[in-house]
């Protein structure tokens, strides 16, 4: 196309000079032999007369057809060959056909004549048609020769950077996963067009997917800055905007408070309701903050359950308890979902700006320590009993430290075996013969000496670890029983704590029949004890693992009982054979009438509900003799023994005078399981 154009170009650019060019050098041509034959004439005539007029025939020939004398008065003095009837005197014609008449003064010996000559001019014309025909051939060569030289140059200039530019389109859009057509071969291609065609077509498709790559663009951008399920900003952003907070504040002097919000017992909801339930949670959550915040503030979710708030311009602590207070509140408004209604709680940790940091640091230190001062505050809250709010200070530090320190203790001593079972005699307050005996866990420290189970369980309880450490427990327990009864007490039982970790864990079932497997011991000879505010936490979830676990044959028992606020319409429903009345209402038997009457109405619920009631931490005989006229069944405290390590517990066995149960008599295990009714 380019080449054709530049080819026309040039043939009527040569034409524009070439036409003129033939053109005047015909009229020169004719009047160079105008000139020859006038030339020819007077040289003829020049050295005759004018009347000797046969000189002309000389003259006449196939150049000059024709000739016509007149004298210099305008007399006819000859008419000689093919003159066309010209008369002299009249009009001279111009051309006729291809003679062209001239006009000529002839200068002779006798005098001047006019003469009229008739030239024929066919050779010139020929001439110059061959010469316009060589110009046309020259024109017509050196036009092919420009619209080459165009395809040449467009193919140098043009076609290889629009080759190489189709060449990444097709690969960006194979890399795009689009079809890719089959190439063109460009130097085969004799139309531009049809390269035009894909070429327009190609940047059409790339422009579409520059598009969608935009909005793929943004959309990553977006996602690489928030989470997925709150669409709240995540951990990447909250930082970025902390350092910004932190940076402005100091710049202006401000003041900011950083919140960490964390749900309560998230695992549970999870596992109670499934993870839908829980992520709708979670987002509800997130949203309630973001909308109980202003616009200047920040809401980011950094974890599973756990999200930040960044408030800014921040008052004093005032304002950041009256926030926290808000997120609680807005937190914990129930949730409706498929035709749940739930209720959550939340701890919040809150570490103000600059109050709680230490200033000369570099900035991005001071983000850092400003969250980890509320994590620090969120962990107080945590152990403090969860569902409140805790504004930091340096004691929680320390307090935290300790915790880490014992965490880590805790995981060398379960792989060092620095844990051991105790085992704590229970009697029956009546015959006052052994029943059996409560596991406690012990853990000497090499360090610290022996750390109380009060101490150390909850933390194992927190990060888990409990689960092994409970399943080791057990395990233990029920191999030492086991043992004792092969040594002749086949009516010991052993009761194990288990904590409520260990019940929501989902292995609960699987972890017991395997220690009992294991250890050979009889699912009767075993109990386990929940403590009651465990049980309380969740009970319709806890009623069905008992359930579960009261098919097998074990028993199972309320720990703590009158600590826990049970409710008495749940206590019917719970598969237990056990009330343990908690040593804090033994303790003051004798002089506490308030413990006497909580103690006679534990009795009381036991009996109505055909539930034995253990008595621990009895200290005396006095309150062992009350407890006996009370008609408690069993009795467990330093008065009877301490926990014994398990060669304490043999001897204490062999040395206690009234003996052991028998695995014939009617023993605690033995007492009639409770019968309930479910749905009631
Ligand atoms: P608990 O299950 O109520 O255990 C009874 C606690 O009372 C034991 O404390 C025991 O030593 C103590 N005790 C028994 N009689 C008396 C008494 O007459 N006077 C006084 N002052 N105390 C008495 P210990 O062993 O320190 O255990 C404390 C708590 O730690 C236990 O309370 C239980 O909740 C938990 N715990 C202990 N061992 C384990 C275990 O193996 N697993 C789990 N999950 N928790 C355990
Ligand atoms: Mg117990
Ligand atoms: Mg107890």
Redesign the pocket.
């Known amino acids: 196309m380019l080449s054709g154009t530049v080819a026309l170009a040039m043939f009527l650019l040569q034409t524009l000079v070439y036409v003129p060019s033939v053109f005047s050098r015909h009229q020169d041509s004719l009047e160079h032999r105008f000139d020859l034959e006038r030339n020819l004439l007077s040289s003829t005539f020049r050295s005759s007369d004018h009347l000797a007029l046969d000189v002309s025939d000389a003259v006449i020939g196939d150049t000059l057809v024709g000739l016509v004398l007149t004298s210099a008065q305008g007399k006819l003095l000859l008419r000689k060959g093919d003159t066309f009837g010209y008369e002299p005197g009249a009009l001279l014609p111009t051309t006729i056909g291809a003679i062209t008449p001239i006009t000529v003064e002839l200068t002779t010996r006798t005098g001047v004549m006019n003469g009229t000559g008739f030239v024929n001019t066919s050779n010139e014309l020929y001439a110059s048609v061959w010469h316009g025909l060589l110009y046309f051939a020259i024109a017509l060569f050196l036009s092919a020769a420009a619209g080459v030289v165009a395809i040449w140059g467009t193919a140098r200039y043009y076609l290889a950077p629009m080759e190489a530019l189709l060449c990444a389109l097709r690969n960006s859009r194979e890399s795009s996963d689009a079809q890719a057509p089959e190439p063109i071969d460009l130097k085969s291609c004799e139309d531009l067009s049809l390269i035009a065609d894909e070429f327009n077509s190609l940047i059409d498709e790339q422009r579409k997917s520059s598009r969608q790559v935009k909005v793929k663009q943004q959309y990553l951008e977006f996602a690489a800055h928030h989470d997925p399920l709150t669409h709240l900003p995540n951990r990447l952003m909250f930082e970025n905007a902390l350092k910004k907070t932190v940076k402005d504040s100091i710049a202006d002097n401000l003041h900011f408070a950083v919140f960490l919000v964390d749900l309560d017992n998230f695992k549970f909801f999870n596992d109670q309701y499934g993870h839908l339930v829980g992520d709708k949670m979670v987002a509800e959550v997130g949203n309630r903050l973001r909308t109980m915040m202003r616009d200047i503030d920040l809401v980011a979710r950094l974890d599973g359950d756990e999200f930040v708030v960044i408030q800014k311009e921040a008052r004093d602590k005032d304002s950041a308890e009256e926030v926290a207070r808000r997120i609680m509140n807005v937190a914990a408004a129930p949730y409706e979902y498929r035709g749940f209604t739930l209720k959550a709680a939340v701890s919040v940790g809150i570490s103000s700006f600059p109050a709680d940091v230490h200033i000369n640091q570099a900035e991005d230190m001071l983000g850092e320590e400003i969250v980890n001062n509320a994590a620090v505050a969120l962990q107080e809250a945590k152990s403090n009993g969860k569902n409140q709010y805790q504004l930091f200070n340096e004691k929680m530090r320390s307090r935290l430290t300790a915790r880490i320190r014992l965490e880590q203790d805790l995981k060398i001593g379960m792989q060092d075996g620095q844990f051991e079972v105790y085992y ?1 005699p229970k009697i029956n307050i009546h015959t006052r013969k052994c029943t059996g005996s ?4 012990r853990w000497r420290h090499p360090v610290n000496g022996f750390v ?3 101490a150390f ?1 909850p933390l194992a309880e927190e990060t888990g670890l ?1 689960i092994e450490l ?1 399943a080791w ?1 057990l395990q233990t327990a029920c191999d030492m029983t086991y043992e004792l009864q092969q040594k002749g007490y086949d009516g010991l039982n052993v009761a ?4 409520a970790v260990q019940f929501t864990d989902g292995n609960l079932l699987p972890m017991v029949s395997k220690a009992l497997e294991e250890s050979k011991l009889r699912p009767e000879s075993l109990e386990l ?1 929940i ?1 009651e505010s465990a049980v309380m936490h969740d009970p319709e979830e806890v009623i069905s693992s008992l359930h579960e676990l009261s098919k097998y044959g074990m028993k199972l028992a309320i ?2 009982f009158g600590t826990g606020y049970s409710s008495l319409a749940y206590l019917k429903r719970f598969p237990v054979n056990t009330l343990k009345i908690d ?1 804090a209402f033994i303790t003051d038997i004798s002089s506490d009438n308030d413990d006497v009457a909580i103690v006679e109405a534990v009795l009381g619920l036991g009996k109505h509900f055909n539930m034995k009631v253990v008595a ?4 005396d005989e006095e309150q062992l003799n009350f407890l006996k006229s009370q008609g408690c069944d069993i009795a ?4 009877i023994s301490k ?1 014994l390590s398990p060669e304490q517990y043999l001897s204490w066995l062999e040395r206690w005078p009234y003996g052991v149960q028998s695995a014939g008599a009617p023993s605690e295990s033995m007492l009639p399981v409770l019968t309930y009714k479910t749905g009631t």
């Open positions: 704590q409560e596991a406690l866990v109380s189970p009060e369980v409990i409970g427990i194990v704590n288990i904590s004890e403590t720990d703590d040593r621990e931490g009895v200290e467990q405290g330093y008065y926990p």
